[in-house]
């Protein structure tokens, strides 16, 4: 191909074009914006290939060298900023295959033998991926050691359980706290099972239908980390479902932050008033001077819809493609990078919340004591005590509650006279269960609130984390 050539059509397709794409050809094409983030992705795949090329002898040994001498080059550039990226190369890969050719000469043209950018995104989006799997994990472990550390300091802190946003029973906030601990242990094995899944190597597919060079992809796949290559052409250039699984993973983890974000705004409002947050994770009012907005929970709440808008898009853009590469998948990245980003941002500032609550003792217990949260320990006595079949202990408590209510008293305020109006049967060692403490205290079930068992649950986790 001439230089003219060149000039007049397009450098990547070669003869085929005579023109330039137009202009908004290239507005809705180009994605250097998006996928300049996959520029060490790219040198770590080139390197690999380049190395692979070299061994089987595809490629000169002294070609070989001049390309890494050059990829080198350029990861200096990309890591001080001074690397040119240009539109009019698209993306990161012919971005950095234009930059080769420019330092190294027509050594670089030897690079992209035996591979294709259908195999070569599939590969730099997989590694990212991978990567970002392993990162979040990582994060989730930080949350976890923050909420056990809160744990610890509050396993005698005794706090009503809610169903139904409604006072249900009385736990302690340290078993409250520990219940996220095993809700993000499952993200994190989530995380773990999605890059597990997705540890095969899609280079040497090339565009669809492998090559006839002679290549050697346990070599390039060991080298980059993978457990083997990938054992079909056509999937290994059209699969995106590692990271749909890498999404559906990070979308339910920020559920999960969101369910605990939407608590902390809950719990700092004077309503419930159970913790407070410091200026580091609260915000003013521009107008009303006495405002402590719990912003910092808000947005992790709010940044949910992101995570999951991810994933639901990445699945319409897959929905129906016939096999192998459609350019549709160039919609990719741009989601699942904006998706980690705000999990990641999202995971970082619950761990500093949770390590700022500072939790009200005594309203929390206050709390606990009303909407006659022991009912069900009232039911449980008559069951042991006295006993009654539980259905009909469920009857009597209910007529217990209805009693205090209209005498505006708690449980454990009701006269004995008012229960043995009740149930003769009753005697004055109910008391011992009807106060939110001696509650908690019974509860002594394997995973149950009980101080007792909530210490060794969080013995358990400091071990493990």
């Not at 930059?99 to 035996?114: C, D, K, N, S, V």
């Not at 039911?379 to 202990?393: K, S």
């Not at 509860?443 to 400091?462: D, E, F, L, M, T």
């Amino acid at each position: 191909m001439t230089d003219d050539s060149v000039k007049a059509g397009h450098s990547l397709w070669g003869a085929r074009f005579s023109a330039k794409p137009g202009a908004l050809m290239a507005a809705i094409n180009v994605s250097i914006g998006v996928d300049a983030r996959l520029a060490g992705e790219d040198l770590a795949g080139s390197r690999a290939h380049a190395a692979m090329l070299g061994a089987t002898g595809i490629i000169t040994a002294a070609d070989q060298t001049k390309i890494e001498r050059g990829l080198d080059l350029i990861a200096a550039e990309i890591a001080d900023g001074t690397f040119p990226f240009r539109d009019e190369y698209e993306d990161i890969h012919m971005n950095v295959e234009a930059r080769l050719a420019e330092l190294i000469g027509p050594a670089a043209g030897r690079l992209h033998t035996a591979r294709s950018r259908n195999d070569q995104v599939a590969l730099d989006f997989r590694l990212w991926v991978r990567e970002a799997c392993s990162r979040t994990a990582g994060q989730i472990v930080h949350l976890q050691r923050a909420l056990v550390a809160k744990a610890s300091d509050h396993t005698e802190t005794v706090m009503p359980g809610f169903t139904h946003l409604q006072i249900a029973q009385p736990v302690t906030f340290a078993h409250h706290l520990m219940a996220y601990v095993e809700m993000f242990a499952r993200d994190a094995r989530r995380f773990d099972a999605a890059r597990a899944g997705m540890n095969e190597c899609p280079l040497g597919a090339a565009a669809l239908a492998g090559t006839g060079f002679p290549i050697d992809r346990e070599m390039t796949a060991k080298a980059l980390g993978f457990e083997r290559p990938t054992a079909n052409s056509l999937d290994s250039v059209s699969a995106r479902d590692f990271a749909i699984e890498a999404l559906s993973a990070a979308a339910i983890c920020a559920g999960h932050l969101s369910r605990l974000a939407e608590e902390i705004v809950l719990w700092v409002s004077p309503q419930f008033g159970f913790v407070s947050l410091s200026d580091a994770f609260t915000t003013g009012s521009s107008i009303m001077p006495q405002k402590r907005n719990p912003d910092a929970a808000e947005l992790v709440r709010a940044k949910s819809g992101r995570v999951t808008g991810a994933l639901v898009g990445l699945l319409m853009v897959m929905k129906g493609l016939p096999l192998a590469y459609a350019k549709d998948m160039q919609e990719d990245k741009a989601a699942t990078f904006e998706a980690f980003d705000a999990l990641e941002l999202s995971l970082a500032a619950m761990t500093g919340m949770v390590a700022d609550m500072s939790p009200d003792r005594q309203a929390m217990e206050t709390a606990a004591g009303t909407g006659y949260a022991t009912a069900t320990d009232l039911a449980d006595w008559l069951v042991r005590a006295l006993g009654v079949a539980f259905r009909e202990a469920h009857h009597i408590a209910g007529a217990a509650v209805k009693r205090a209510e209209q005498l505006g008293l708690t449980l454990a305020d009701l006269p004995l006279e008012a229960l043995k109006a009740i149930e003769p049967r009753i005697t004055a060692d109910v008391y011992a269960v009807l106060a939110p403490r001696a509650s908690v205290a019974a509860r002594a079930s394997y995973g149950g609130p009980a101080p007792a068992q909530v210490r060794a649950q969080i013995a358990r986790w400091k071990e493990r984390l």
